[in-house]
């Protein structure tokens, strides 16, 4: 059974840094991009940033400069690190992966549970 786990949510102050991790596991043919969304409450779902098993990223306009997003194959971990945290960061961060799982015909989504990051003084 293939599954996501994410590490590293918390409470910081403003300008503070966090580094979350999203690590999959279980019977994996397969691991192509990863991501991370967040929402906030009474927000949708929204794309934070994503990349690519080649590394190509994509970050939305709202974190540009300020978060980073890396994984490392080998240990099948996608990393989100940000910085200048701002209040409107808060949100429960949920890591994304398609992932080709052993025995399965393609590759499909897979969400982690959610790890809440909250920015406040």
């Known amino acids: 059974q293939v599954q996501l786990v994410e590490s590293g949510g918390g409470l910081v102050q403003p300008g503070g840094s966090l580094r979350l991790s999203c690590a999959a596991s279980?019977?994996?043919?397969?691991?192509?991009?990863m991501g991370w969304y967040r929402q906030a409450p009474g927000k949708q779902r929204e794309l934070v940033a994503d990349i690519t098993r080649g590394g190509s990223t994509n970050l939305a306009d709202s974190v540009k400069g300020r978060f980073t997003i890396s994984r490392h194959n080998a240990k099948k971990t996608v990393y989100l690190q940000m910085n200048s945290l701002k209040p409107e960061d808060t949100a429960v961060y949920y890591c994304?992966?398609?992932?080709w799982g052993l025995g399965y015909q393609n590759a499909r989504p897979y969400w982690g549970q959610g790890t809440q990051v909250t920015v406040s003084s």
């Open positions: 994304n992966a398609e992932i």
């Open positions: 279980g019977r994996i043919f397969s691991l192509n991009a």
